[in-house]
T-cell receptor, first 116, second 110 residues
Framework: GAVVSQHPSRVICKSGTSVKIECRSL??????MFWYRQFPKQSLMLMAT?????????EQGVEKDKFLINHASLTLSTLTVTSAHPEDSSFYIC????????????FGDGTRLSIL | QKEVEQDPGPLSVPEGAIVSLNCTYS??????FMWYRQYSRKGPELLMY????GNKEDGRFTAQVDKSSKYISLFIRDSQPSDSATYLC??????????FGTGTSLTVIP
């Protein structure tokens, strides 16, 4: 149980393109979803926390207009990287937390984004 | 001071060895403790989840929490080459804000 599906797993696109990444909880309802960025050989860097039906809470230094997060249902959250540039190239990972708050996060398999 | 400290390694052990991975933390309010395993180019996979102090065992894995020392451990018995991965500790006080260690890279040599 507790499967999180993240799609696509790999994206290569030109600078200026907007890229949408989907995160789905397949066998549970996720009251909270998290989006992380991970650089090579480094730990997870939290970008934002989203709750279904409300605006995402972004971490300090993360541009809200650059990284658009939508948590439209209890099983789906999307991250859109708008007008992506080479410095946005990274490994993006989502996680989902079943309610209530004493449950751990379950992670997707990540999306490797490469902007040319 | 970081909320969570974890030795990044790398740690290299022979197959069959007992592996000990550790994290220390500074916030005494943490009460939820997790260990994740992350293979290269994959998302973290939840291995162990414990609440408050004590031990929890699951197959070859044992998680220990010592809240008095602010110290958590993950033991892997009879380590296998397939255990080669990065291990991340994580903890939370409220259950909706999580703090991760930097991860320890483990290689089990056949």
């Amino acid at each position: 149980g507790a499967v999180v599906s993240q799609h696509p797993s790999r994206v290569i696109c030109k600078s200026g393109t907007s890229v949408k990444i989907e995160c789905r909880s397949l066998d549970f309802q996720a009251t909270t979803m998290f989006w992380y960025r991970q650089f090579p050989k480094q730990s997870l860097m939290l970008m934002a926390t989203s709750n279904e039906g409300s605006k995402a809470t972004y971490e300090q230094g993360v541009e809200k207009d650059k990284f658009l997060i939508n948590h439209a249902s209890l099983t789906l959250s999307t991250l859109t990287v708008t007008s992506a540039h080479p410095e946005d190239s990274s490994f993006y990972i989502c996680s989902a937390q079943p309610g209530p708050n004493d449950q751990p996060q379950h992670f997707g398999d990540g999306t490797r984004l490469s902007i040319l | 001071q970081k909320e969570v400290e974890q030795d990044p390694g790398p740690l290299s052990v022979p197959e069959g060895a007992i592996v000990s991975l550790n994290c220390t933390y500074s916030n005494s309010a943490f009460q939820y403790f997790m260990w994740y395993r992350q293979y290269s180019r994959k998302g973290p996979e939840l291995l162990m989840y414990t609440y408050s102090s004590g031990n929890k065992e699951d197959g070859r894995f044992t998680a220990q929490v010592d809240k008095s020392s602010k110290y958590i451990s993950l033991f892997i018995r009879d380590s296998q080459p397939s255990d080669s991965a990065t291990y991340l500790c994580a903890m939370s006080n409220t259950g909706n804000q999580f703090y991760f260690g930097t991860g320890t890279s483990l290689t089990v040599i056949p």
